[in-house]
């Protein structure tokens, strides 16, 4: 019977994008020129993202412009046939103009190589794709190498991890367990894309590192909220991260060492400018050095690895990436729970842009799974794995002379999980999970969007679009229309105002006890045909100013609003249940960002204000508590966020750090440790009792303020013209702040975030 | 101020805040300070009562546990002694239980009080239950499936009275609180308690039958998997508990304690009660003798 439903469903999705693709993709648009522009690094021949690329009239007035995109490509559809100048400019590159004739109805491919520039002056930003810690539009900020450079990391090099916690809006649970919560939103509700393939968890159990070492990162676009048609699957963020592709033109390594990790590097062509390969290992060794470092025992391992083979044919590109990502250790150290969690991800993308071609076309494929466990002492545990394979297409299109974007997507997810109890013999509760203890579930999502760019005035940018998903099981839509909207009242890059609304649908939920930070073990599973889907409605507006040429400052109010978010049942006693009642959660909060940039000075500071606020019936959630709602703000509440980072260079040196304040979170507090004996029948002095630990209204209490400085820096000598060694000192939480990560009632013990941690790391570049 | 003295005076503010150690209060300030759990045996001259700080870890070292004092107290008589404690390991876990060696009277209340070393004060009371007869009529049956009247007598106001059936198989006594096929029933303007049941009936809280053959069959044609042939002899007991008022709370959930439902305690958890157990022979001369 599956098996019958998903071949009909392959067939359906097959035809259905093999109609979409022969559809007319260009109506009465047969004057009109395409101009495609791929702009290229000369040092390595990879792609330059972001780049700014401004079509000018001959007569010297800008008639279009844009940023490359992550291949480094950008294409300006609607082109009048005639002769304008073409101008490129990229941060660290030398910019370029050249002249281009177009015929009527042409379509062209501009290829262009940058070399590398001494200055950085000259740019001019068109497109709002310079990144850096105020560049936020309408909740999307791009963050490249350069910004998560800045941040103190024990390295070797930066990660993206330690990056988003700088950010205000995103919070963590603490320095373990790789759980991010952007602007109100859970874990379970962010999408994190890599290269478009669909990765659960690439955060490690150590928070400050991601499978994301800025070594393999070209840029992240990171969507606090707001993203737009294109996106779906997630009620909350959208974390989309492009690799960037092997060095096309020469080899080089590169190895590494901290008291945290060591890693290596090697990559280079395998066809010079057109086949190049990149591989990447890291492994932990904290768990070795960390006891010595910091005097307490660091239980965490993780490892990652990357492979990256990339094609560049004229007119066509392709990339792709297996990820691996292995993490395990408690999070506790006392407690005897260990948390592991895998990511496995292989994947396909290619886009053809080439002159035969009216339209681009971005077609991904591939196949990603997420592998979780929670394992007690005794090797008892529960499991909860996910399986994806997902096929995406990506095209633009024109209609009436108007560009459109549209594209699809056919995800195939196998959810299964074992959920016996941990510790069946001393808890006297054979399934903890109180449904039965497993879960198989197939589920087949075919997804669409379309969406299209208005461009009233120059000044004005309106995106609308809409996105449906559609579920195998009940046949169900959903309807998810977005908007987004920027302003430059100015026609400059130096005042932006900013605004995003949308509604979005997530049909995958993940459920865990919120209360017990000490596990971030979480079951996964498909949303029931019989309940809600949960939902989201996103607002966001910004405002970003510069003054001067190096002071930026950037303010954004957002409003989220999700509806059926499912939450599990608490018991008063510690423990979980996939029993879900479904919340109404709240979020309204407010960014602040400052920046202050010099040639040797790049100071910013944040501040972030939310509050989150979930509201479900008493009955369902908290049923010893009389009241018909309960209302409570979760543990991922920070209500109040400052971040000072401050960066200067001092002749070969840079030195970087960040302070970062953080109000408390709530949590739920104790009402009892008791030894229960059942009177009548049991006599107090014949028997011990049933140990319990009994919960208190839920998140009543609150945790101290959270506070860290992290201090680092670091130099580069030249060791030979084919040798360069980087070298970093620094300390996490440099005045040894206690930081309480939360209270344990399995062990009723205070548990506190890591101490000082010195390091010193060093990575040997070969060229 | 110059940038210079700015910079000193940041990191010496935060150094100062680097100083304090931070410890959370795990526990929700509360009332309810102590857990009790125990029930009294009327006529036992030694009683235990448990008491325990329901904010202190399991754990815990027992000069620390030994924070507070408990008072027993006789409220018809007006006199009051405080309990002595005595440790009992469980599992490591050291426990308090408290020694009442005081002669209790019927229909007595009584109550205790525990007071922490900061004058915290939890308190519950317990009435003991009056005496009860049972009458069996007929006191010998000539059969298994002969009904017999049982009868409690001098049950007031909320007290209630559970039974047990005992009877002897391959050498050993089994028991089974009646309750499947009948209840005992208020008998209208008496104090007595009273119900109908022959041995049959009462077999199958005993020995009760698989699932399988309860569904969609009224309980009086049960049967329990050990049937009255089957039995050593016909020697029966039955042991009854007669309930004081405090149980009457637990009693509609068959007394299964929600310790924090209850009710019972002041400022506190747990249970405290008082009840009378007693036992009686009968026989019946439908079981063959099958030593």
């Known amino acids: ?202 955060f490690h159990i150590s928070n400050l590192f991601s499978a994301f070492p800025q070594s393999v990162i070209s840029n992240v676009d990171l969507y606090a909220g707001g993203f737009g048609a294109e996106y779906e699957g997630a009620t909350s963020s959208v974390m989309d991260v492009s690799l960037r592709q092997g060095n096309m033109r020469k080899f080089q390594s590169q190895v590494a060492a901290s008291p945290y990790i060591v890693s290596a590097m090697a990559e280079g062509p395998l066809q010079r400018d057109k086949q190049s390969l990149l591989v990447m290992g890291r492994y932990s060794v904290i768990e070795q050095a960390g006891p010595s470092l910091t005097g307490e025992d660091v239980p965490l391992k993780f490892s990652d690895i990357l492979a990256r083979y990339s094609i560049n044919w004229d007119g066509f590109t392709c990339n792709m990436t297996a990820l691996h990502t292995y993490d395990r250790g408690k999070i506790n150290p006392q407690r005897d729970i260990s948390l592991g969690w895998e990511n496995t991800a292989v994947g396909a993308r290619c886009l053809g842009y080439s002159e035969e071609l009216k339209n681009s076309v971005d077609f991904t494929i591939g196949y ?156 996964y599973k498909p949303v029931a045909v019989d309940d809600p889907v949960p939902t989201a409605i996103h607002a966001i507006t910004g405002y970003r100013q510069r003054i001067g040429n190096f002071i930026e400052a950037n303010i954004e109010a957002y409003y989220k609003h999700n509806s059926n978010v499912p939450v599990a049942e608490w018991t008063r006693e510690p423990g979980n249940t996939i029993r879900t009642a479904f919340a109404e959660a709240e979020t309204f909060g407010l960014d602040l960002q400052f920046q202050l940039k010099t040639d040797l000075l790049y100071v910013t500071l944040g501040y972030g204000l939310a509050e989150v606020e979930y509201s479900a019936s008493a009955d369902d959630l908290v049923a010893w508590i009389e009241t018909d709602e309960f209302v409570y703000n979760p543990s991922h509440d920070r209500r109040h966020q400052l971040n000072v980072l401050a960066s200067y260079k001092i002749g070969k040196f840079t030195a970087n750090a960040i302070w970062r304040y953080s109000s408390g979170a709530p949590y739920t507090k104790l009402y009892a440790i008791d030894l229960i004996v059942r009177v009548p029948y049991q006599d107090p002095i014949q028997n011990q009792g049933k140990a319990v630990t009994l919960y208190s209204v839920p998140f009543d209490g609150s945790l101290p ?63 | 101020m110059s940038i210079k003295y700015f910079g000193v005076l940041i990191i010496a503010v935060v150094g100062l805040m680097a100083c304090d150690e931070v410890f959370i209060e795990p526990f929700e300030v509360v009332d309810a300070e102590y857990s009790v759990y125990g029930a009294m045996e009327l006529d036992s001259t030694t009683n235990y009562v448990r008491v325990k700080d329901i904010q202190s870890p399991l754990l815990a070292d027992i000069e620390e546990l030994r924070n507070f004092k408990v008072t027993f107290e006789n409220l018809e008589a007006g006199t009051s002694k405080q309990l002595s404690d005595s440790i009992i390991y469980f599992n490591n876990n050291p426990t308090m239980n408290f020694i009442i060696d005081e002669e209790l009277e019927p229909r007595t209340a009584y109550k205790l009080t525990i007071e922490g070393s900061e004058g915290e004060v939890a308190t519950t009371t317990a009435t003991t239950p009056g005496v009860s007869t049972l009458s069996l009529t007929p006191e010998v049956t000539q059969d298994c499936f002969e009904d017999i009247l049982i009868e409690f007598d001098n049950v007031q106001g909320d007290e209630f009275i559970r039974f047990e059936l005992g009877v002897q198989y391959q050498g050993s006594f089994y028991f089974g609180e009646v309750k499947s096929v009948r209840q005992l029933q208020k008998v209208e303007g008496t104090d007595k308690v009273a119900v109908i049941l022959n041995i049959k009936n009462m077999l199958v809280d005993v020995f009760p039958p698989v699932a399988e053959a309860t569904v969609n069959v009224p309980p009086r044609r049960w049967n329990p998997t050990v049937n009255c042939n089957r039995l050593d002899n016909g020697v029966m007991r039955i042991r009854y508990t007669h309930f004081g008022p405090e149980f009457k709370v637990i009693e509609e959930k068959t007394l299964a304690l929600d310790v924090l439902e209850s009710g019972d305690v002041e400022n506190g958890i747990g249970f405290f009660g008082a009840k009378n157990t007693k036992q009686i022979m009968f026989r019946t001369n439908g079981v063959p003798n099958n030593n």
């Not at chain 1, 040092?43 to 412009?65: C, F, H, Q, W």
């Not at chain 1, 000259?122 to 910004?147: L, N, P």
């Not at chain 1, 016996?420 to 903890?432: A, V």
């Open chain 1, 368 to 523: 990603s799974t997420y592998k979780s466990s929670e394992i007690g002492f005794d090797d008892l545990g529960r499991t909860s794995n996910i399986s994806m394979g997902y096929l995406r297409m990506d095209n633009t299109g024109t209609a009436f002379d108007h560009p459109y974007n549209y594209g699809f997507r056919w995800n195939l997810n196998f959810y299964k999980a074992n959920l016996d109890e941990p510790f069946p013999e001393i808890t006297g509760k054979p399934q903890r999970f109180g449904l039965g203890a497993t879960l198989e579930k197939y589920t087949s999502i075919f997804s669409t969007y379309l969406s299209t760019e208005f461009k009233p005035t120059n000044t004005l940018t309106i995106i609308p679009g809409v996105t449906t998903q559609i579920r195998q099981e009940n046949v169900s839509m959903t309807f998810e229309p977005r908007l987004r909207m920027t302003w430059k009242p100015l026609g400059t890059d130096n005042q932006e105002i900013s605004f995003a609304v949308g509604k979005y649908a997530q049909l995958r939920e993940a459920i865990t006890d919120e209360r017990d930070a000490g596990t971030v073990f979480y079951v």
């Open chain 1, 1 to 202: 019977m599956v098996i019958k439903s998903v071949r009909k469903l392959v067939l359906c999705g097959f035809f259905f994008g093999v109609l979409l693709s022969l559809l007319p993709t260009q109506i009465l648009a047969q004057t009109r020129s395409t101009l495609r522009v791929l702009v290229i690094s000369e040092e390595d021949g990879n792609p330059i993202i972001g780049a700014n690329v401004i079509l000018y009239r001959k007569s010297g007035t800008m008639y279009k412009a844009g940023a490359t995109n992550a291949d480094g490509l950008l294409e300006f559809i609607n082109v009048n046939n005639g002769t304008y100048d073409l101008a490129i400019s990229s941060i660290g590159f030398e910019s370029q103009e050249t002249e281009i004739i177009l015929a009527p109805g042409e379509t062209r491919v501009y290829r262009t190589e940058l070399p590398t520039a001494n200055s950085e002056l000259g740019e001019v930003i068109v497109s709002g794709t310079r990144s850096g810690a105020v560049q936020r539009v309408a909740g999307k900020q791009t963050i490249s190498v350069s910004d998560i450079q800045l941040i103190p990391a024990p390295g070797p090099g930066g990660d993206l991890s330690v990056y988003l916690q700088t950010l205000p809006g995103v919070v963590t649970s603490g320095d373990r367990g790789g759980e991010l919560f952007i602007r109100g939103g859970t874990p379970a509700q962010n999408l994190i894309l890599v290269d478009k393939m669909p990765v659960v968890k690439p």
């Open chain 1, 705 to 767: 303020a959270f506070q860290r400085l992290d201090v680092s820096i670091d130099r580069k000598f030249q060791l030979s013209p084919s040798l360069e060694l980087e070298t970093e000192i620094g300390a996490i939480n440099s005045y040894d702040m206690t930081n309480v990560f939360y209270f344990d009632v399995n062990t009723l013990r205070q548990v506190n975030e890591l101490p000082m941690l010195p390091y010193a790391s060093i990575s040997l570049n070969i060229n």
